[in-house]
């Protein structure tokens, strides 16, 4: 053996022992915990942070579990996550839109309780607040949607005509009445909840989801010609053939249509 | 020391000084202890809202902010620089800890102490195995484990699993399947590890340790030379270990108990028949010359 290849000396191995030991076991204890803090962040759809929350990850990173926030709101919208029992991260503060919605109270009082910033202080119009999005998920069973005078979702809803108006359609089952269509728009709805919780069906036909799950996203490079044109005053592309466009009725080519004549000349594969 | 002359520690101090005396220190950090939960309760139960919130965080008359520092230092190396609200309540708790010994927090408010009290007391009287012990060091590295996990993941990691606060912020706002967790560590100082839980494992526990490094409210064996080496100190102390270099100090070694595991709970005091122990600063470092007898002692 090599002089320079001296064994250990029996306390520097026991020592050198001792410690890869710990860093093993702490390894194992870290991973486990790791895998539960990753999968604490997947936050059921039905429950709602509190107005003013950060996004879910930097929450979780600021909200010290204290229930502040929940002491504080009025209406006891709030709860504190249980193990076990609540999806969200244990201890963190929550609501289900279905059981108590929020009550948007103009002094945000859960955003003032709250010591960290993990509710930001930043919010101060709660008609700002983004806790979610409404959307009606099930027109086959809303009520308006059969041509009936619901209305209750629109009439309880705290930004009522901006967050949700009625939009009249046609209704083509009775052939002359109207259809009122609950129709939420984003940008103003807070996601309060009000409209989930009122829904007069067993089970709500409009619901508050995460704005993940709630809404796409238009791509960057999209550009709407109206908008263009609008802003402009003149077309973005010039010089294009404005062609007539095909609409149904009398005197056009369209059969289903009374009135309508055959066209003019066969498309392949129509079977004539 | 057999065991059970173990099981019988303190028998001897109520003899001599009286079952309250004996357990002056025990009551009193039960009471403190029923104080912290109860003082977060009234608002709940009674609708009087002294204190809200949790031992994480709490607003005590709605000006006093208190928040948990090891909470906060895992907030912010997860990247989240909190409000100032949030910090204020966070020095405030770690100057007090630094005074009084940051592992009073342990013994005086830690609602999981009763937990492993009452763990150790049953092990004791069955005369149980001390079973498996890690080195006492584990919970250092397991805090600076919860703090590089906090750090990867980006969350306040240990507040997942934490016992302490699932425990306290159970009772005050509702416990979920917090218990079974709190059962398990009952069940794992038991048969698993006597201690293990508190005096080697809890990264809290650690945390606070290091806060008291050189806090001014000390345990000192002043009476050193009245010791009849009962041995009883070392059968109730959660880190007995704490007690040896100032108990079997010679001369001008000091009496006093320097190490930061130390949780001044106080009871070796309770359980020593002649009073070797009592509570006083770290710069007293007066020792008994004379051998003392119990009755002088008391008579003192
Ligand atoms: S805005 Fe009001 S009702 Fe809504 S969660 Fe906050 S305190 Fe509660
Ligand atoms: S007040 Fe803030 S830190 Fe406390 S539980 Fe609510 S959101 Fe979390
Ligand atoms: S959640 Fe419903 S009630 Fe609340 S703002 Fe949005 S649409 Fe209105």
């Not at chain 1, 486990?32 to 429950?47: I, K, T, V």
């Not at chain 1, 619901?150 to 009445?177: F, K, M």
């Not at chain 2, 007090?96 to 150790?120: E, F, K, M, Q």
């Amino acid at each position: 053996m090599p002089a320079s290849a001296k064994p250990l000396s029996p306390q520097r191995r026991r020592f050198l022992q001792d410690t890869a030991r710990m860093a093993a076991g702490c390894a194992v204890a870290g991973s486990a915990l790791a895998y539960l803090a990753r999968d604490a962040r997947a936050l059921p759809a039905e429950a709602l942070r509190p107005p003013g929350a950060l996004p879910e990850e930097d929450f979780l990173a600021a909200c010290i579990r204290c229930g502040l926030c929940v002491r504080d709101c009025p209406y006891d919208t709030l709860s504190l996550a249980e193990l076990g029992v609540d999806g969200a991260a244990t201890g963190t503060p929550f609501f289900t839109a279905r059981d108590v919605p929020c009550e948007m109270c103009d002094d945000i009082p859960c955003v003032a309780a709250c010591p960290t910033g993990a509710l930001d202080p930043g919010l101060t119009d709660i008609n700002d607040a983004q806790m979610g999005t409404a959307v009606l998920v099930d027109q086959e069973n809303c009520l308006n949607f059969q041509g009936l005078r619901c209305d209750v979702c629109y009439r309880v809803c705290p930004v009522i005509d901006e967050a949700i108006t009625l939009e009249l359609s046609h209704n083509t089952r009775s052939g002359h009445h109207a259809i009122f269509a609950p129709t939420v728009h984003a940008e103003h709805c807070t996601g309060c909840g009000v409209c989930e919780k009122k829904c007069v069906l067993p089970e709500a036909a409009i619901k508050v989801l995460p704005i993940r799950l709630a809404r796409g996203s238009s791509a960057e490079h999209y550009r709407k010609g109206w908008e263009e044109k609008a802003e402009k005053g003149r077309p973005l592309v010039e010089d294009l053939i404005d062609l007539p466009d095909r609409l149904p009725g009398p005197g056009t080519d369209n059969l289903a249509t009374p009135g309508g004549f055959e066209p003019g000349y066969n498309l392949p594969g129509t079977g004539q | 020391m057999s065991t059970a002359s173990k099981a019988m520690a303190g028998r001897e101090a109520i003899a001599v000084k009286g079952w309250l005396q004996a357990h002056k220190w025990l009551l009193l950090r039960r009471a403190s202890q029923t104080f912290f939960l109860l003082i977060f309760l009234l608002g709940p139960w009674f609708g009087l809202w002294l204190v809200k919130g949790t031992l994480a965080g709490s607003l005590t008359l709605g000006v006093l902010p208190l928040t948990d520092p090891f909470v906060t230092l895992q907030g912010l190396v997860a990247g989240h620089i909190p409000e100032t609200t949030a910090l204020i309540g966070a020095l405030i708790v770690l100057a007090v800890y630094a005074l009084i010994g940051g592992r009073v927090y342990c013994s005086w408010v830690c609602p999981i102490n009763p937990v492993t009290d009452t763990a150790h007391w049953l092990h004791r009287r069955l005369g149980l195995a001390k079973g498996w012990q890690p080195k006492r060091s584990t919970r250092l590295w397991l805090m600076g484990t919860v703090l590089v996990v906090s750090a990867l993941t980006g969350t306040i990691a240990w507040e997942i699993v934490n016992p302490i606060t699932l425990l306290h912020r159970g009772l005050v706002f509702g416990i979920g399947f917090g218990w079974a967790l709190v059962l398990g560590i009952f069940v794992f100082d038991l048969f698993v590890a006597r201690h293990g839980w508190c005096g080697r494992l809890c990264p809290v526990g650690a945390f606070y340790g290091l806060l008291g490094q050189r806090s001014l409210l000390r345990v000192t064996a002043r009476d050193r030379v009245a010791c009849d080496d009962c041995m009883d100190c070392f059968a109730v102390c959660p880190e007995n270990h704490v007690i040896t270099p100032a108990l079997r100090g010679k001369g001008s070694d000091t009496p006093l108990i320097l190490s930061p595991d130390c949780t001044n709970c106080g009871r070796c005091i309770d359980v020593c028949s002649v009073d070797v122990f009592a509570f006083t600063h770290r710069f007293d470092t007066n020792v008994s010359e004379a051998p003392a007898t119990p009755a002088d002692t008391r008579a003192a």
